[in-house]
Antibody, heavy 123, light 106 residues
Framework: QVQLVESGGGLVKPGGSLRLSCAAS????????MSWIRQAPGKGLEWVSY????????YYADSVKGRFTISRDNAKNSLYLQMNSLRAEDTAVYYC????????????????WGQGTLVTVSS | EIVLTQSPDFQSVTPKEKVTITCRAS??????LHWYQQKPDQSPKLLIK???QSFSGVPSRFSGSGSGTDFTLTINSLEAEDAATYYC????????FGQGTKVEIK
């Protein structure tokens, strides 16, 4: 069965860095777009970034552009999020999710989600 | 950026009642609109894809409709286990979520 397991969260000071990982199993990882989505405590969902199956296409939300970098290693079935220049407002649970598009240009949906990893940015 | 506005923000409902949640997009997105359910302390789960298609394993009481800018999630005959926050998500470009609708059981 599809499994997505995030790791790497923790407490970091403002201006610091953190690297999140997402280990995928139960499907052919290299066939799928992947995404990071976050949720601040008590708040709604915010899409952060996505990466195409080959890694050649990447998009970021404006709120993280220039500070976060998404990447993947298809040989290791792993997705990453390098987070630099962290701010208090980046405090959130970070989810990785598999994104799927049934027909070209119809749009992607998130069919499987990990359990999330908590990132706390505080001095 | 396409903004999704859900209404209402909160709804308190009696079991077996019908629940209707709407999601309005700031510009037309065709049918690139999906619905998720998130229960407390759990990850979100996909309910409806492409506005009206049920995801595998989702109970038949959940249905979706709409296209363009106006979309609806309907829960027929609400059950206690449906207490959750529901989010719409558009995948036109860039991807965004609605602010969520919390459904409480009376």
């Amino acid at each position: 069965q599809v499994q997505l397991v995030e790791s790497g969260g923790g407490l970091v000071k403002p201006g610091g860095s953190l690297r999140l990982s997402c280990a995928a199993s139960g499907f052919t990882f290299s066939d799928y777009y992947m995404s990071w989505i976050r949720q601040a405590p008590g708040k709604g969902l915010e899409w952060v970034s996505y990466i195409s199956s080959s890694g050649s296409t990447i998009y970021y939300a404006d709120s993280v552009k220039g500070r976060f970098t998404i990447s993947r290693d298809n040989a290791k079935n792993s997705l990453y999020l390098q987070m630099n220049s962290l701010r208090a407002e980046d405090t959130a649970v970070y989810y990785c999710a598999r994104a799927y598009e049934e027909f070209a240009a119809q749009g992607y949906y998130f069919d499987y989600w990990g359990q999330g990893t908590l990132v706390t940015v505080s001095s | 950026e396409i903004v999704l506005t859900q209404s209402p923000d909160f709804q308190s409902v009696t079991p077996k009642e019908k629940v209707t949640i709407t999601c309005r997009a700031s510009q037309s997105i065709g049918s690139s609109l999906h619905w998720y359910q998130q229960k407390p302390d759990q990850s979100p789960k996909l309910l409806i894809k492409y506005a009206s298609q049920s995801f595998s394993g989702v109970p038949s009481r959940f249905s979706g409709s709409g296209s363009g800018t106006d979309f609806t999630l309907t829960i027929n005959s609400l059950e206690a286990e449906d207490a959750a926050t529901y989010y719409c998500h558009q995948s036109s470009s860039p991807w965004t979520f609605g602010q969520g609708t919390k459904v409480e059981i009376k």
